[in-house]
């Protein structure tokens, strides 16, 4: 399901009151909670204090620890097309004599669907034990016996009607998403705003690890001990509703091997086909299962083999739970790299807050794409953040290296020659002194990059700190952990200097806001809303027109002269933009 993007915004009717009042109802309703009492709950209960930036004890978990939990619970979970006109309690009385239901949830994909958690995994057989395949006349069914199912009314006409509510999948829309920033009562508060509206919710986490197990099962056909671990955006804490689903087929069995070593003898090897090399099985392995996918997987469609590029994956839409899907297998550094951003995004709670921010920011202005080419990537960013946070005085965050020298010896892990050691304990990290608000963060972010010497200087997150660029291109972002490669290799000169452009008129905006903002009364967008305008390129238009010298010229002058005076200091404002939301 392809993600609802901020684009440019114009004309966008705000309502009077101004942004002094708060409409926090609205926020709460946007983290689409579940059916169940119990989420419900859970949704209530704060997640942490967003303004200090210290987070709550369930949320110093390992990501392993994570990761499991979500795993085992996904295997007592089954996936349910229901008719529309169901009722949700006869639904659950029924499924009930199954076993025990811890939750679940309902949501829209190509028809009603009910996510089901049973409280023990025994349940999930019995149900596949009453399941029949379908009928389909004409047509030939494929006989599957999986953990998706629809379910049949034998007497619809007289089925009561019920109400059930449904869990949003989508984030909010751009004009939604406008308002609920203009109604925060202050830019801390729009950043937490937007975190809270665009974030992955419970139920999405669940579908997505319930996603992978039901492909697991697939795969398991022809590897029994197989593992389909979810990665990147979907568990790393950065990934926002709508998001694609990035799989890890596992099938690395030295760890079980390892358990079952004895002092004996004899060691027993199964007998195998050898290849010439780990990528042709690799591409042989994706292959059979893109196979599998294409003909027996239930709601996968699309599927699409692309086994000549670097990382070898199967590409296909998931229609059941609307997610488009990248299957890879040999990709343990993008586990690694899962993990590293799981523990920054949960360290201090204004990363991820600033992270999505910024790209909402960079969405808003084109900077990044859906589509491949040169525009900045998401994990880019996400990089820039992580590297600005570690530059502030003191740090917000630690670097890869101090992470590694924390490291216990179960953390110890090398991959392919390159050193992913870091330590997986959160606890072991000592929380950061500073206590810069957001507001200032979001600033010092965009006067930060917008004199950072890209042309000479690398952006290293593994020692914190600048390093000269080892070659030309215009965006040099060292890997964390395959340190030869650059993560934003893709980018060109035109893009890095629409970035910088966009980053000093915004630091310049946000400035001017501090001297002259518009009042509480008014009805012109503030703050981060007001950088989601369009700026750069209609400034230009209009420069061009009255013969004024280009709007980056002009806002890098005024940068100069902020950080060579005070901020009470007076500054020339012959180039001040009104902002509005009229076209």
């Not at 990382?311 to 296909?316: A, K, M, T």
């Not at 204004?350 to 790209?359: D, N, P, T």
Request: proline share 5%.
């Amino acid at each position: 399901m392809a993600a609802c993007s901020v684009g440019l915004l114009t004309r966008v009717p705000l309502c009077a009151q101004g942004r002094g009042q708060v409409h926090r109802p609205i926020c709460r309703l946007l983290s689409c909670p579940g059916t169940v009492a119990a989420d419900l709950k859970r949704q209530e209960q704060p997640s942490g204090n967003v303004e200090t930036g210290s987070e709550d004890s369930v949320l110093r978990k390992r990501f392993s620890e994570v990761q499991k939990e979500r795993r085992e619970e996904a295997q007592r979970t089954v996936l349910i097309n229901c008719p529309n006109k169901i009722s949700e309690k006869k639904f659950l009385k029924y499924l009930s004599q199954y076993g025990p239901i811890n939750n679940h949830f309902f949501y829209e994909s190509f028809g009603l669907h009910a996510v089901v958690e049973f409280r023990q995994k025994g349940s999930v057989a019995s149900l596949q034990d009453a399941a029949c395949t379908p009928s389909l006349g004409t047509e030939a069914a494929v006989p599957f016996r999986s953990r998706f199912f629809s379910v049949k009314l034998k007497n619809p006409s007289t089925s009561e009607k019920s109400s059930i509510q449904r869990s949003g999948q989508s984030p909010p829309s751009s004009k939604k998403l406008f308002e609920l920033l203009c109604y925060a009562e202050s830019i801390d508060d729009q950043l937490n705003t937007l975190l809270k509206a665009s974030q992955i919710t419970e139920e999405n986490a669940k579908l997505r690890h319930l996603t992978c197990s039901l492909i697991e099962d697939i795969a398991a056909a022809y590897f029994p001990y197989c593992t389909v671990r979810p990665f990147g955006s979907s568990v790393n804490s950065f990934g926002k509703l709508g998001c694609d689903l990035d799989m890890f087929l596992d099938l690395d069995e030295t760890g079980r091997l390892n358990a079952q070593k004895t002092s004996e003898n004899f060691r027993m090897e199964f007998q195998v086909k050898n290849v010439p090399s780990e990528r042709i099985a690799t591409q042989k392995i994706l292959s059979v299962i893109g196979e599998c996918l294409d003909h027996f997987g239930p709601g996968c469609v699309g599927v699409q083999k692309i086994l000549n590029a670097r990382c070898p994956l199967v590409r296909f839409s998931h229609q059941a739970s609307g997610f488009q899907c990248d299957l890879t297998t040999n990709n343990r550094i993008a586990l690694k790299s899962s993990e590293l951003l799981y523990i920054y995004g949960t360290l201090d709670s204004r990363v991820r807050a600033l992270v999505f921010s910024i790209r909402c920011w960079a969405r808003a202005h084109s900077l990044t794409s859906s589509i491949p080419g040169a525009w900045i990537t998401n994990f880019s960013l996400t990089m820039m953040v992580i590297f600005f946070l570690q530059r502030r005085s003191p740090p917000i965050l630690p670097t890869l290296d101090s992470l590694k020298t924390l490291a216990a010896e179960e953390d110890k892990c090398i991959i392919e020659d390159h050193n992913c050691t870091f330590t997986s304990d959160l606890n072991r990290i000592e929380p950061s002194g500073n206590t810069e608000t957001l507001e200032l963060l979001l600033k010092e972010f965009f006067e930060y990059f917008g004199n950072f010497a890209f042309n000479k200087n690398s952006i290293n997150i593994r020692q914190g700190r600048e390093q000269n660029k080892p070659d030309s291109s215009p965006l040099h972002i060292q890997n964390p952990f395959e340190t030869s490669l650059n993560v934003s290799k893709n980018v060109n000169q035109s893009q890095m200097q629409k970035f910088v452009d966009l980053a000093r008129e915004s630091a310049w905006i946000l400035q001017q806001e501090d001297k002259d903002g518009p009042s509480p009364s008014s009805n012109q967008p503030w703050g981060l809303a007001a950088l989601l305008l369009p700026s750069v390129s209609n400034s230009r238009s209009l420069a061009k027109k009255k013969g004024k010298k280009p709007a980056s010229e002009r806002i890098k002058n005024l940068l100069d002269s902020i950080k060579s005076n005070n901020t009470e200091n007076s500054i020339n404002t012959s180039g001040k933009r009104t902002i509005s939301t009229q076209a």
